[in-house]
C-alpha cells in the first residue's frame, strides 16, 4: 500500500500515476516528508522494512520517536542542518536499515521537502557474511591443498588422511608392521579398519611371502567357522569333501590373517584361537596331526572386549592375547580435517571410474563437513559416488545432497537438541545447551510479542542483545508477528 498526502496528489509538475509507479518500483524505502517533517507520501518498501504498524501520512516524524517507533529520525536531522545524513538503525521489524534523509530544494533555493531512502542492510550483512565465511573456506581449502600430501593419494597407497591423530597412527604402521606382535584395531564401524590391517601387511615383510587374508567373523555361520578357519579332513562330517579342504588359517600361512568382528566369535573357537595364538599350530577339525602354523594375526572390533570380558562372553586370555598392540581409530566426526581430503579423494576415484569431471561447490562442501558421518568413511564414499554417478551438473551443489546432510548446519545441531525433553542417559553438551535454552526462549518471545521492543523487553535484554543472538543462533529474520527459521 502506497500513503499519499491529499495535497501531493495535487501537484501537478509529475502526473501522479508515473511517480506513484515509481517510487513503489524501488524496492528500497521511500519516505517523504515537508520542511517541518510532516509525511507526505512513502512507498510499500518503507512499511515492509520498518514494519510501523500505523498510518504515518500526515504525522509528523517526531511523533514516531515519542511512539517508540523509531529511535532516531534521519529527517529531523536533515531539517536542522539541511544536509544530507546517513544514519544506522533498528526498526520494530527488527531489520537494521541504512537512512539516508536528501534535503530538496526548489529552484530559488528554498527548502521544502526531505527525501529519505531506506535500505535494509541484513540482506546486504548477509551476503557480507556468506563472503567473509566462503573465503574462510577457500583459506582453510588451500591450507588443507598445499598441506596435502598426494603421495598418499596415489594407486600404490589407499589411505588418505590429513588428521594428526590418523597421520601418527600411519606414521607407526611400518614401525608396527615390523614385529609380528598381535594387532587389534578398535572403531566404530567403516572408519577404515580393514584398511588399516591390510596396510599393516603391505608394510610387513610377510607381504613377499604370504597373503592377507580377511575373516569376517560375523559373517560366517557359527555351525561352519571351526571348518572354515581351521579346514577339515575328508570324510570329517556329513558333506565334507572327501579329500578334506584347507582352512582359511591355511591360507595366511606366512602373511596375515586378519579376524575382523572378533567379538562375535563363538566362546568354543576362542579357545582354539588361543591355542593357536600359543602354540602357532592348528588341528583341522576331524584331525589328529597339529599343523605349524607362522601367521600374524590382525584382529579389529567395534565393540567393547573389556566389558564383554566382564561379563563373561570373551575369555580374558584372548583379549590379552590379542591385546598386545592396540590401535584405536577414531570416528570421522572426531576427525573432520579428514573430510575434506577424503573426499576430493573420492572424488578424483569415481570421477576416473564412471569418467566424470564433477566438484563440489563450497557450500556443499561445507555441509559435509558439518554432518556426523554416524556410517564414517564407508558412508561418505558411498555418498560421493552416489553423486558423481547421478550428477546432473559438472557441480555438486548443496541441493544434490542427501536430505540428511543438507540439513545439517551448526545453527540447526543446537535447534535439534530438545532441551524440555532430554534423553535421561544423555548428557548435553553445557554450551549447546545454552544456546539450545536461548533460541527456545527467543523463538517464544517472538510468538508473543510481535515486535522487536516488547520481545527484547519480555526476555530481559535490550534490542542490540537480541539481534546479536538471533544473529549467532541463526534466527534470521524477525519479522512483526513471525521467526523464520533457517533453511
Ligand atoms: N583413510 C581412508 N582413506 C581412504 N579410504 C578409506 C579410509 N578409511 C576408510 N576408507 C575406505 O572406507 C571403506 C570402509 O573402510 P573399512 O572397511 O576398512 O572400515 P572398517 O572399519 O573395517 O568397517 P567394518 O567395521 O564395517 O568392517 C573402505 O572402502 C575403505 O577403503
Not at 501537484?11 to 517523504?32: H, K, L, N
Not at 579357545?271 to 599350530?281: A, E, F, G, P, R
Request: glycine letters at 6%.
Amino acid at each position: 500500500m502506497l500513503g499519499w498526502s491529499r495535497g501531493y496528489k495535487e501537484m501537478s509538475w509529475c502526473p501522479e500515476m508515473t511517480f506513484r509507479a515509481m517510487i513503489s518500483s524501488i524496492s528500497d524505502g521511500i519516505y517523504i516528508t515537508d520542511s517541518n517533517g510532516y509525511c507526505i507520501a512513502h512507498n510499500e518498501a518503507f512499511l515492509r522494512i520498518t514494519g510501523i504498524p500505523i498510518n504515518v501520512v500526515d504525522r509528523n516524524v517526531s511523533t514516531l520517536i515519542d511512539d517508540n517507533l523509531i529511535s532516531e529520525s534521519a529527517t529531523l536531522e536533515v531539517i536542522r542542518t539541511r544536509q544530507r545524513v546517513s544514519i544506522i538503525t533498528v526498526f520494530p521489524s527488527g531489520c537494521e536499515a541504512l537512512v539516508t534523509g536528501n534535503p530538496v530544494f526548489d529552484d530559488a533555493g528554498n527548502f521544502f521537502n526531505v527525501v529519505c531512502e531506506v535500505r535494509d542492510l541484513s540482506e546486504l550483512n548477509s551476503l557480507k557474511d556468506d563472503l567473509k565465511r566462503s573465503k574462510q573456506l577457500n583459506k582453510q581449502y588451500r591450507e588443507i591443498l598445499v598441506s596435502y600430501n598426494p603421495a598418499l593419494n596415489n594407486d600404490e597407497q589407499k589411505i588418505t588422511v590429513r588428521d594428526p591423530k590418523m597421520q601418527s597412527i600411519l606414521d607407526e604402521l611400518p614401525r608396527i608392521g615390523d614385529s609380528d606382535a598381535t594387532v587389534l584395531i578398535y572403531g566404530e564401524s567403516g572408519v577404515g579398519k580393514g584398511l588399516i590391517a591390510s596396510l599393516l601387511h603391505e608394510h610387513s615383510t610377510r607381504s613377499t611371502k604370504g597373503k592377507f587374508i580377511k575373516v569376517d567373523c560375523s559373517a560366517i555361520p557359527s555351525s561352519l567357522i571351526e571348518s572354515e578357519l581351521f579346514g577339515y579332513e575328508g570324510g570329517s562330517f556329513t558333506g565334507a569333501l572327501r579329500e578334506g579342504k584347507a582352512g582359511l588359517l591355511d591360507q595366511g600361512n606366512h602373511g596375515t590373517v586378519f579376524l575382523d568382528e572378533i567379538g562375535e566369535l563363538p566362546l568354543l573357537l576362542q579357545v582354539k584361537l588361543l591355542s593357536v595364538l600359543q602354540d602357532h599350530k592348528i588341528l583341522r577339525v576331524g584331525g589328529t596331526t597339529p599343523l605349524s602354523m607362522d601367521i600374524r594375526f590382525v584382529c579389529a572390533t567395534n565393540r567393547n572386549l573389556e566389558k564383554m570380558v566382564e561379563e563373561g562372553t570373551f575369555r580374558k586370555d584372548l583379549y590379552y592375547r590379542l591385546n598386545v598392540i592396540p590401535v584405536a581409530i577414531p570416528p570421522l566426526r572426531e576427525r573432520k580435517d579428514d573430510i575434506f581430503v577424503l573426499t576430493i579423494s573420492f572424488l578424483n576415484k569415481f570421477c576416473q571410474k564412471y569418467n566424470r569431471n564433477v566438484s563440489f561447490v563450497p557450500e556443499a562442501m561445507d555441509c559435509l563437513y558439518e554432518y556426523s558421518w554416524p556410517g564414517n568413511v564407508r558412508e561418505l564414499e558411498n555418498i560421493v559416488e552416489r553423486l558423481v554417478v547421478l550428477g546432473q551438473s559438472s557441480l555438486i551443489k548443496k541441493i544434490d545432497l542427501p536430505e540428511k546432510i543438507r540439513r545439517v548446519s551448526p545453527t540447526m545441531v543446537l535447534a535439534d537438541i530438545d532441551i524440555l525433553h532430554p534423553n535421561e542417559q544423555e548428557i548435553i553438551p553445557l554450551k549447546a545447551a545454552v544456546a539450545a535454552t536461548e533460541r527456545q526462549l527467543i523463538v517464544q518471545a517472538f510468538q508473543q510479542n510481535d515486535h522487536l521492543g516488547p520481545a527484547a523487553q519480555a526476555l530481559g535484554i535490550d534490542i542490540s542483545t537480541l539481534l546479536r543472538k538471533c544473529k549467532k543462533l541463526g534466527i534470521k529474520r524477525v519479522a512483526t508477528s513471525t521467526v523464520e527459521m533457517p533453511v
